[in-house]
């Protein structure tokens, strides 16, 4: 009787998940994503503040490896994630991002996304890049960083990323209104780990010590990213409201 039970359930998941193909159907051709989520992590009491750290050009950031990082001017570079390999594809997926000051941070204002087809003589992987390039034309990106304080006056960083963004072209057009429920559980997975990252380098800059990474094994990492996706937040971070921005 029980594995009856169980296979009456797979049958309804299955019927479930067939149901929300056939809506993503329906709405295939236009999709409008609009997600933001925020997280605070607070920071230990060093000589040097957290406003300050926030606040340091795009020249001095140390959270990413430095072999994939093309700086373009004081204000911005180019990011690549490196070459990945994920199924047929072979590719390498780019932005470049515009860095601001504000009055108490900055903001990381993505001004570009692709994907570069390692295999551009494969027409299924060209399809497939392409689609999605058409839909990354139209995306918009915000990091916004900034240095806030807590009820006691300890100081904490704060980090709100809002994305959006109208697809009426490529795979994000196809993927219809769950496009959002999507990006913000990603969004929810992977900010907490990565404000405890910033916390982390945030801690050497101010005692002046070496800013180099910690070398976490990818099954550690993934593990916390996935953590974070379920709720379970690191020791220090919490999610807060987001305030209202324009893209």
Request: proline share 3%; charged share 25%; net charge neutral.
């Amino acid at each position: 009787r029980t594995a009856s039970r169980t296979a009456a359930s797979r049958a309804r998941a299955k019927s479930s998940d067939l149901r929300d193909v056939e809506r993503d159907v329906a709405n295939a051709g236009s999709a409008s994503l609009r997600v933001a989520r925020a997280f605070t992590v607070a920071v230990e009491r060093c000589p040097r503040s957290a406003r300050e750290y926030v606040a340091l050009p795009a020249k001095e950031y140390n959270l990413i490896d430095p072999s994939n990082v093309s700086r373009t001017d004081d204000t911005g570079f180019v990011v690549s994630a490196g070459r990945q390999k994920m199924l047929f594809l072979d590719v390498e997926p780019r932005g470049a991002v515009r860095v601001d000051a504000t009055a108490d941070g900055c903001e990381q204002q993505l001004v570009m996304a692709e994907i570069v087809n390692m295999k551009p003589e494969d027409a299924r992987s060209t399809s497939v890049v392409n689609a999605i390039n058409a839909s990354l034309k139209d995306l918009k990106l915000l990091n916004s960083v900034t240095c806030v304080q807590g009820p006691d006056g300890e100081e904490k960083i704060r980090v709100q990323i809002t994305v959006a963004g109208d697809f009426t072209e490529g795979i994000f057009a196809r993927a219809g209104g769950r496009l959002n429920t999507i990006l913000g559980w990603s969004l929810g997975a992977v900010l907490p780990w990565f404000l405890t990252q910033l916390a982390a380098d945030y801690g050497r800059w101010a005692k002046g010590e070496a800013r180099s990474a910690t070398n976490a094994s990818l099954t550690e990492v993934a593990a916390k990213i996935i953590a974070g996706s379920r709720g379970k937040l690191p020791a220090g971070v919490e999610e807060v409201e987001c305030e209202d921005v324009e893209l």
